[in-house]
């Protein structure tokens, strides 16, 4: 599938995460139109460099995996910029570039996460589970203050929990990126969950 490409230097987007984006430059504005024409998804993909930091064409400074952006609404301001309301789907990888538009679009390919190959459907299920409420507790020590707020806030599906943490934690653009591309749900678990300090995974 094709799809047109909104790439942002440090948002990484996740499934099941609502997002508010500002629409301001007038080729995303373009895409704007076309998506609304349209009724289609477009993609978020990270801006690995900018052009202060590299002379290479776009479309060799952005990351060749993203996500589906799935527009839930479109407030048009008088000077022609939007604000919208986009929520994250499917994870996809970048086969191919084009720049035959205004902004860059890509032939992609859906990512679904693997299975746990070495456990049962009901085994890796209860894996995902475990380490997933492992995870959560660990981002409820980290913001005792926001307590509330988190429990109120936090989904109950694993794969929902760890796009939550995701979104939570302290995380560089790099390290978010490297739980998007997880091979298995539980490795992006375990992965979120290794960047929890100690310190909130051993408090009683």
Known sequence: MRVPLFPLPNLVLFPGVVLPLYVFEPRYRTLLADVQASGQPFGIVRILQTSKESDLPFQDRVSRVGTLAHLRHADPHEDGTSTIIIAGGDRFQVQEFHTDHPYLSADVTLWPLEAEGDLSAAEAEGAAQ????????????????????????????????ASFAASVLPLSPEAREDALRARTLLDRLDHLLGHVPTTAKTLN
């Open 130 to 161: 475990a380490t997933a409420r492992e995870l959560l507790s660990a981002l409820l020590r980290l913001n005792p203050e926001n307590t509330d707020a988190l429990r109120a806030a936090a989904p109950e599906d694993p794969l929902l929990i």
